[in-house]
């Protein structure tokens, strides 16, 4: 699975968009992004994944650049609930729950 | 819904002792995984399953064991504890593989070996 490169940390103020970075130039044709968030020691939260096309859920939007070499997760209302660490992981579908967990982006939202 | 439930939430172990961590859903999800996380660090697979009576191993399954007997439980065994098994242990289930492979989990067990 290629590997990822986020910011160590970031702040936002409450209620603007966060946008965070993930490096991933070394990506191969058929790996995907996910994105998950950690929530003070709990266990990770799902948060949205993509090949090539945009994508948006209900938590947030997805943007992968046309060359796949990197990807920005925006949250666009961030809350004090968002503050969390935020994990960019690359994976080949084929790869049962081998979700590679770097250092991730811890995203202090303040009011 | 419960969505994943773990049991229990903190253990202490003496070195040598065995004991079973808790998994169960309540979303028929196929897919099971059990995952350890040691401070400061990622997730790292120990055990996954793909459906009741299947079983496969992950990145770090030394010192582990795990059945699935039904689709809702996925217990993790440790059978002689090492100190080295120190970690909070995430079990986390998903209703399918491949790329829309979307995990939930547990909130976690954390467990000292002394």
């Known amino acids: 699975d290629a590997k990822t490169t986020q910011p160590p940390s970031m702040d936002c103020a409450e209620g603007r968009a966060a946008n965070l970075p993930c490096n991933h130039s070394?990506?191969?044709?058929?790996?995907?992004v996910y994105w998950y968030r950690q929530i003070h020691s709990q266990g990770p939260q799902y948060i949205i994944h993509?090949?090539?096309n945009n994508e948006t859920n209900e938590m947030a939007s997805l943007i992968i650049t046309e060359d796949r070499k990197s990807s920005t997760l925006i949250l666009p209302h961030a809350t004090l609930r968002d503050t969390a660490v935020y994990y960019c992981?690359?994976?080949?579908?084929?790869?049962?729950?081998?979700?590679?967990f770097g250092q991730g982006t811890t995203l202090q939202v303040k009011p | 819904n419960a969505g994943v439930t773990q049991t229990p939430k903190f253990r202490i172990l003496k070195i040598g002792q065995s004991m079973t961590l808790q998994c169960a859903q309540d979303?028929?999800?196929?897919?099971m995984y059990w995952y350890r996380q040691d401070p400061g660090m990622g997730l790292k697979l120990i055990y996954y399953s793909v459906g009741a009576g299947i079983t496969d191993k992950g990145e770090v399954p030394n010192g582990y064991n795990v059945s699935r007997s039904t689709t809702e439980d996925f217990p993790l065994r440790l059978e002689l504890a090492a100190p080295s098994q120190t970690s909070v242990y995430f079990c986390?289930?998903?209703?399918?593989?491949?790329?829309?492979?979307?995990?939930?989990f547990g909130s976690g067990t954390q467990l000292s070996v002394l």
């Open positions: 993509g090949l090539k």
């Open positions: 070394t990506i191969s044709g058929n790996e995907y």
């Open positions: 979303m028929n999800h196929n897919y």
């Open positions: 986390a289930s998903s209703q399918t593989g491949g790329r829309n492979e979307k995990l939930f």
């Open positions: 992981i690359v994976r080949v579908p084929s790869n049962t729950g081998k979700l590679i």
